[in-house]
């Protein structure tokens, strides 16, 4: 699960920002439009970090539903058995 702290928002900007760097050094052709969307980029950042925190967290507990109920379902053995040598 992810959770939302401001390392988290850290790290995606920074990571943000080597992709952006990468592509602007590798497409010369579209330096102009990475320029001018780089801004907008990093202001969706918090946005689209919540929208995907919140759809991990909304699959976790997804998973967790399920092995609670594969476990409620599952039969019950006795802890101990009773062995014919202790007879």
Same mark, same amino acid.
């Given at each position: /699960? /992810?959770?939302?702290?401001?390392?988290? /928002?850290?790290? @995606? @900007?920074?990571?943000?920002?080597?992709?952006?760097?990468? %592509?602007?050094?590798?497409?010369? #052709? %579209?330096?102009?439009?990475?320029? #001018?969307? #780089?801004?907008?980029?990093?202001?969706?950042?918090?946005?689209?970090? /919540? @929208?995907?925190?919140?759809?991990?967290?909304?699959?976790?507990?997804? +998973?967790?539903?399920? +092995?609670?109920?594969?476990?409620?379902? #599952?039969?019950?053995?006795?802890?101990?058995?009773?062995?014919?040598? +202790?007879?």
């Amino acid at each position: /699960m /992810m959770k939302c702290d401001i390392k988290t /928002m850290i790290k @995606a @900007a920074l990571g943000l920002a080597v992709v952006i760097a990468v %592509a602007y050094a590798t497409l010369p #052709a %579209a330096r102009e439009w990475i320029a #001018a969307s #780089a801004p907008f980029l990093f202001f969706l950042i918090c946005p689209l970090m /919540m @929208a995907f925190m919140m759809k991990g967290m909304q699959s976790c507990n997804n +998973e967790q539903k399920t +092995e609670k109920n594969q476990a409620d379902t #599952a039969p019950s053995t006795p802890l101990a058995r009773h062995s014919p040598l +202790e007879d």
